[in-house]
């Protein structure tokens, strides 16, 4: 397993409870640039909707994937298009309903290849607020300090 790619802000702006593992709709050219870490994950969310025979559907939204360099000209490509997640149908029901309560979202974690296959991690999680980050900011801030005068006495 080899991270192509990690979502920095997620576990700074959400706290995560649970994650979940999918794979992704892509065409070719986008498999080689992703595989190329070719993309980025800042900004990105996942989004819920119906097919037309009222099915529901998760998608990575606001994901960039720049266009393969070696692709050549390609017509009518977006790189922030919506690209489907592919779960089963009993994990769409339970992210639905997880979704469903107060607070609730689905944030991108990391993208990664797994045997050959490219797969998104993403977690279910609730917004942190300001003073939660700033206290997350000041222990980290304690954590390195301590570090560094533990590394003077050896």
């Not at 309903?97 to 944030?107: A, C, D, V, Y």
Request: aromatic residues 10%.
């Amino acid at each position: 397993m080899s991270i192509l790619a990690t979502n920095k802000r997620a576990n700074f702006d959400y706290e995560i409870s649970e994650t979940f593992e999918a794979g992704l709709v892509l065409f070719g050219h986008e498999v080689k640039s992703i595989k190329s870490s070719h993309i980025s994950l800042k900004g990105a969310f996942i989004t819920i909707s119906k097919t037309a025979k009222n099915l529901p559907e998760l998608y990575l939204a606001n994901s960039y994937v720049s266009p393969y360099k070696y692709a050549g000209k390609l017509k009518d490509y977006k790189p922030d298009r919506p690209r489907k997640l592919l779960l089963s149908k009993k994990e769409i029901n339970y992210l639905i309903g997880k979704k469903k309560e107060q607070g609730l979202t689905l944030i991108p974690t990391k993208i990664y290849t797994k045997k050959g296959l490219i797969k998104l991690e993403f977690g279910v999680g609730r917004g942190k607020r300001k003073y939660e980050k700033r206290e997350d900011i000041k222990n980290r801030d304690i954590d390195r300090e301590l570090k560094t005068l533990a590394k003077t006495r050896n």
